[in-house]
């Protein structure tokens, strides 16, 4: 064991938010360590956002040109979009991001940091300590791998492998009908796998509206998936050169893969918390308001389990470096979008009616099928689609949530992120002038059809 090097911030993980973290650190002058067992950049910017999508546009963009008047079917050559995505996940190479961070005053220390004391912090990697004032847990999530008898006995890929893929399977089994489920499944589908894919909830994506689960549901199965919701599946055993898999209704199915979206665990083994009196839960490291697990020891990003997005990882990365910088600053995740990239679409922020009803909101509701109402989706496409949906507070007349299923919406979903956030009065969407023909023109449809 090397002497033990001195620093102001030592950030474990270089994920999104231990990025942000350390780049305003050392922007302001701080001396800053960044460990990183991995790639720097994270599982978003080399095996999770990044690459999924680069690999869904083209499904996207051809999908678009299908619909748009004229323009017919264009082909989709994967050696070419394979280079490109492998062009955007730099070739696992983070040689480049290293350099960068030295040139900008950091060090960086390859390995698995541990935490070894406190008062001051002891952090230890790759033989070497480090103490600091404070450390900065970012160390992000990993997929969580169900109880499937005989999971190891067959090919199974997490987002790991699907999103660095080199050949498209003919067959493909999904385990999860979250957002990884959902744009995997609208991916391979578009590359021509045949995709069963198996939810275990009544309904896809569980933490929006029901309604936009149906919806998306209808969407996916129109596109040739095989949807099966309130299934699990049961065991998988090797059969030939594939893979048989039983679900809990007996049935079975045979696939070259099983690919797992199933959801995540956060990376908090092997960090020593509990031999520095620190206690992780099955979400995560609990983080006060202003991103603190204890004096001195802050966290961002998934392995808080507040919730699994980039740009959330981002912002609660800007709160540690502001409340290490000694800046006042409280966490407030309203209005916080959430899109799944398939096609169209799926947007969401802000409460559903169930989580307003638990949180003794009193609430009014509108949906509005945009085609029926608006130019922009005729003028989109030949077969013109979108539903938007609108959730607003009862008694303070102020938008609570907001959801869409419709080209573009993960954009246009931002105005409603703002108002949900600022607490605009609904009056005020029911009172713009959108720009004509957009999408956006249907706020002002569904606020007025809200019944106060
Ligand atoms: C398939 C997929 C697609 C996604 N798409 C999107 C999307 O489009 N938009 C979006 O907002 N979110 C998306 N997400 C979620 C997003 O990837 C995560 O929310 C984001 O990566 C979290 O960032 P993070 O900094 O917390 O952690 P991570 O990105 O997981 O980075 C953590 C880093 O810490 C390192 N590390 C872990 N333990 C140690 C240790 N002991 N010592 C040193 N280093 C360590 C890891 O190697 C890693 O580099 C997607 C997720 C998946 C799985
Ligand atoms: N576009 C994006 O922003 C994006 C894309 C992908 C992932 N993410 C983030 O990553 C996180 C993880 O995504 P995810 O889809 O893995 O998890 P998730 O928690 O969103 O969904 C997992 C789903 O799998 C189901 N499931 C669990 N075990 C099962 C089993 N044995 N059989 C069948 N179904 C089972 C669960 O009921 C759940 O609905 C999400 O919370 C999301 O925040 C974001």
């Known amino acids: ?78 050696a070419g979009l394979r280079g490109y995505r492998d062009q955007m996940i730099r070739h696992l190479d983070d040689t480049r991001q290293v350099d960068e961070y030295r040139e900008n005053g950091a060090t960086v220390l390859r390995g698995a940091a541990r935490l070894v004391g406190r008062d001051p912090w002891r952090v230890e990697v790759a033989g070497q300590r480090l103490t600091a004032e404070h450390v900065v847990i970012a160390t992000g999530s990993a997929a969580v791998r169900p109880p499937i008898e005989g999971l190891d006995e067959v090919e199974v890929w997490t987002n790991r492998e699907a999103t660095t893929l080199t050949e498209i399977p003919e067959r493909a089994v999904l385990v999860g009908g979250g957002a990884v489920g959902v744009e995997l499944a609208y991916f391979l589908a578009g ?38 919701t309130g299934t699990q599946v049961r065991r998988a055993a090797r059969a030939g050169g594939g893979t048989v898999v039983e679900f809990d209704d007996g049935t079975r199915e045979e696939t070259d893969v099983v690919i797992l979206g199933a959801g995540r665990r956060p990376r908090t083994d092997g960090l020593g918390l509990a031999d520095v009196g620190v206690e992780a839960g099955e979400r995560g490291l609990a983080v006060d308001e202003r991103c603190r697990v204890a004096d001195g020891l802050w966290a961002a990003g998934d392995v808080t389990g507040v919730a699994l997005f980039t740009h959330v990882a981002k912002y609660q990365g800007r709160l540690v470096a502001d409340g290490i910088l000694g800046r006042e600053r409280r966490a407030d995740y309203t209005g916080v979008p959430r899109v799944v990239f398939a096609e169209p679409e799926i947007a969401a922020v802000g409460l559903t009616a169930a989580q307003a009803a638990a949180a003794g909101i009193e609430t009014v509701a509108a949906e509005v099928d945009l085609p029926t109402s608006l130019a922009r989706p005729w003028t989109y496409e030949t077969e013109p689609r979108g539903t938007l949906g609108l959730l607003a ?36 969407l029911d009172d713009g002038i959108a720009q004509f023909p957009t999408y956006s023109e249907g706020y002002a449809l569904a606020a007025e059809r809200l019944e106060f």
């Open 1 to 78: 064991m090397v002497n033990s090097a001195r620093f102001d911030v030592v950030v474990i993980g270089m994920g999104p938010g231990g990025e942000v973290a350390a780049s305003r650190l050392l922007a302001a002058g701080r001396r800053v360590a960044v460990v990183e067992r991995e790639l720097i950049g994270g599982e978003c910017g080399y095996w999770a956002c990044i690459p999924s999508k680069t690999l869904l546009r083209p499904v996207e963009a051809r999908s678009g040109a299908r619909g748009a008047a004229g323009l017919g079917s264009p082909g989709l050559d994967w």
């Open 393 to 428: 507070d009862r008694d303070r007349r102020t938008l609570v949530g907001a959801w869409a299923v419709a080209p573009l919406s993960g954009e246009w979903i931002h105005t409603a992120a703002l108002a949900i956030r600022a607490g605009l009065p609904v009056d005020s």
């Open 191 to 228: 590359m021509g796998t045949r995709v069963v894919l198996a939810q275990r909830g009544d309904r896809l994506l569980t933490r929006e509206e029901p309604r936009v689960g149906e919806l998306v549901a209808e969407r996916l199965r129109r596109d040739g998936v095989d949807v099966r």
